[in-house]
């Protein structure tokens, strides 16, 4: 399978061709630049790959949290790619990405992300199975109380920053969440994973 998988959620967005398990990737560096640099950066990367966009059979996104602009932009790229390719787009959230990356650290990983105040972004996954499985759903969380009474959990990120979102992993997860027969995400309703108002809207 040929995924097209991109995250734009943090500072460092990345952008990725998945062919057959080898990967292709170029980095975007300049949070600001993103919504220019998408077009460019996935012909680069379907080239490297000996793909053209034609060739992709499915596209994968980062939908969040993170960066208001940042998702947002990498959400409607990835959203008009698929639509207009007619592939199927699988939006997934960044921190089931860093739970993957981290399966092996335990069965159970916290990944959290700075937040709000004295509350971070956090879920819980399962990771002992084939896909991330959710047991605490993301959310602003208190830290002691998102991994209050688990056993054999590891945690992810901090308070102060996370880990940067691979969209490798992202291509890895869309290509197995489509192989085990999950449904794609429907490209006219897939919407970022935003879970409080932007600074603005709060003032």
């Known amino acids: 399978m040929i995924v097209l998988a991109l995250d734009t959620s943090g500072d460092v967005g990345s952008i990725v061709v998945r062919r057959e398990g080898v990967v292709h990737e ?11 640099a998408l077009g460019p950066a ?10 053209r966009a034609a060739d992709v059979q499915a ?18 790229f990835a959203k008009m790619l698929a639509f207009t390719l007619g592939v199927p787009l699988v939006g997934l959230s960044g921190l089931m990405a860093l739970a993957y990356d981290a399966r ?17 972004y956090g879920a819980v996954y399962r990771t002992d199975c084939a896909l991330p499985e959710v047991e605490r759903p993301i959310d602003l969380w208190d ?15 901090s308070a102060d920053g996370a880990p ?16 085990d027969g999950r449904p794609a995400c429907d490209p006219r309703a897939l919407e970022p994973l935003y879970l409080q108002p932007s600074a603005p809207e709060r003032k």
């Open 164 to 179: 940067r979102v691979d969209a490798a992993t992202l291509a890895c997860l869309a290509e197995a969440w489509l192989e």
């Open 59 to 76: 596209v994968a996104v980062g939908i969040g949290p993170g960066s208001y602009t940042g998702v947002r932009v990498g959400v409607t």
């Open 26 to 36: 170029e980095l975007l560096p300049e949070r600001r630049r993103h919504g220019t």
């Open 42 to 51: 996935s012909g680069r990367v379907l080239a490297a790959a000996g793909a």
């Open 104 to 120: 092996e650290r335990g069965r159970r990983v916290a990944v959290i992300a700075p937040g709000h105040r004295t509350r971070v």
């Open 143 to 157: 830290v002691d109380a998102l991994v209050s009474g688990l056993r054999d959990v590891a945690v992810v990120g």
